[in-house]
């Protein structure tokens, strides 16, 4: 009885015969004999013990059995890219079915837009580990296998760039994930109202990101964003921008504001609140809105007040309209805050006098009272009443001094003397039937008055009497044309 042994060229296979020449040769073996014969061959790795085992019970003998097979190489784990970007762009939500729900439809919706800095790390990518090692059945080792290697290049989008294993914002912007891909937007841009399916969206200022949206901003909502532009209608919404674009126009009667450095609408209609550098309305501006501007330019102005740092520029005016031009608004805002509170308090010190009337009438006798009965409880308790009330009138005389130094200081600084203007180009106007038109019914008048930089002046006060307007201003009609190139050469250097 002769035991051979084989392996393979490639050393991942052992094979094993017992050959047996007559009958009588035979004699039983073991399987340990078998793994000895294996192992005086170089075989170590990988042998099969049932089958060495099986060769000796049935006693297969005079051929070949596969007794050994290499251990195979372990695969890594693949490469991995994880999105370190925690909420990400999705589908706007339904009106929620829970009417119990504690929900702020007017706030900023969850995971609707994901805003991203520059330099933020979007992704990072961890590679491809190596498997554990195999072994040919004569023990040489045999690699562990590599996983699956993905770069991140396979996910960039837009306004992406690589570093090393993470991938980062180029610019700041909205963060998008779609097909495996990665991207920072720029432009976002909603198919409808911005409304209660949106929520309101809030980004930096700073930031050169812009907001199109096609179709009205509902009541109630909260716009900020460098560049808006709005297809339809704002109603009751608040929006702070650098420019606005609304193609239909402004409406409503809400206190929230809609600030804007450049502000370009189709009308203004409503007690709304406006404040911008450059306005430019095409139709009009009526219905009780205030506005305070730099410059101020609408087809018609109709019953609105209007504070203008260098000048409102108009063609008709109807009703009544306060235009005040040639302010610093910053000034004029707390002017007129001051202003109240100075009267708020000289009303509390009229009051305070009124009340103790009787008892500041009498003072001198009550502390000649006190001198003489300074242990009397009745004279003691008038002497400290006295006392408090001298004490509150000291401290509002005190406060509105104050108030009165802070006015005339700030008056100083309020007024613009250079050639703030109010242009009318077809004077005051009133609604006449004829075809459908509307006709001026007079020219402008205005009259100049007496200017003194001592006693500053407002210096484009509108009142309207009658059929004529009224201006107290050092500016002539005659200067319009200079005027408006002065208008347009500014207007170009706020853009630029």
């Known amino acids: 009885m002769i035991i051979h042994t084989e392996i393979s060229k490639d050393g991942k296979k052992a094979f094993l015969t017992v050959d047996v020449e007559k009958e009588e040769d035979i004699v039983n073996i073991s399987p340990?004999?078998?793994?000895?014969?294996?192992?005086?061959?170089?075989?170590?790795?990988?042998?099969?013990?049932?089958?060495?085992?099986?060769?000796?019970?049935?006693?297969?003998?005079?051929?070949?059995?596969q007794v050994a097979e290499a251990?195979?190489?372990?695969?890594?784990?693949?490469?991995?890219?994880?999105?370190?970007?925690?909420k990400v762009i999705h589908e706007p939500v339904e009106n929620d079915s829970d009417p119990d729900a504690k929900i702020d439809h007017y706030g900023v919706r969850e995971g609707f837009i994901t805003f991203v800095k520059e330099g933020a790390v979007l992704a990072t990518r961890t590679p491809p580990t190596r498997g554990k090692n195999g072994f040919t059945v004569l023990g040489d080792i045999i690699d562990g296998l590599l996983g699956s290697d993905i770069s991140l290049e396979v996910v960039q989008g837009n306004f992406t760039a690589t570093a090393g294993e993470k991938l980062v914002a180029q610019v700041d912007g909205i963060f998008k994930r779609s097909e495996n891909k990665l991207h920072v937007e720029q432009v976002i841009e909603i198919n409808g109202d911005l409304g209660i399916k949106t929520g309101s969206i809030i980004l930096p200022l700073e930031s050169d990101i812009e907001l199109i949206v096609h179709g009205d901003i509902q009541s109630g909502f909260t716009v900020q964003c460098n560049k808006v532009t709005v297809s339809g209608t704002v109603e009751d919404a608040k929006i702070t921008a650098h420019y606005l674009d609304i193609k239909n126009g402004i409406v409503g009667t809400s206190d929230l504001p809609i600030q804007a450095d450049f502000l370009t609408t189709g009308f203004i209609i409503g007690k709304r609140d406006i404040k911008s550098r450059i306005i430019t309305i095409k139709k009009e501006i009526s219905g009780g809105s205030t506005v305070e501007a730099d410059f101020v330019r609408s087809h018609i102005i109709q019953e609105c007040t209007i504070t203008a740092k260098y000048g409102v520029w108009t063609k008709y005016l109807y009703g009544k309209n306060t235009i005040l031009v040639g302010v610093n608004i910053v000034e004029n805002e707390e002017f007129n805050r001051l202003t109240l509170q100075l009267e708020g308090i000289e009303i509390l010190q009229k009051e305070t006098k009124l009340s103790n009337h009787s008892l500041l009438k009498k003072k001198d006798s009550i502390r000649e009272m006190a001198k003489r009965m300074p242990n009397n409880p009745s004279v003691a308790k008038e002497v400290a009443k006295l006392n408090e009330t001298l004490e509150k009138l000291k401290k509002l005389e005190k406060l509105r001094d104050s108030h009165s130094d802070r006015l005339n200081e700030i008056s100083k600084k309020m007024y613009i003397f250079g050639n703030p203007f109010i242009l009318v180009e077809h004077g005051f106007t009133k609604k006449v039937r004829d075809n459908g038109q509307k006709k001026p019914v007079n020219d402008l008048i205005i009259k100049e008055s007496s200017y003194d930089k001592s006693k500053p002046l407002i210096t484009g006060l509108y009142t309207v009497e009658g059929d004529n307007v009224v201006v107290n201003s050092k500016y002539s009609i005659h200067e319009i044309k200079e005027v408006i190139e002065n208008y347009k050469k500014k207007r170009l250097e706020f853009q630029e």
């Open 32 to 65: 340990e004999e078998l793994k000895n014969a294996l192992t005086e061959s170089g075989v170590v790795k990988g042998i099969n013990s049932k089958v060495l085992l099986q060769i000796c019970n049935d006693r297969l003998y005079n051929r070949k059995y």
């Open 71 to 86: 251990i195979p190489p372990e695969t890594g784990e693949n490469a991995k890219i994880r999105i370190e970007i925690k």
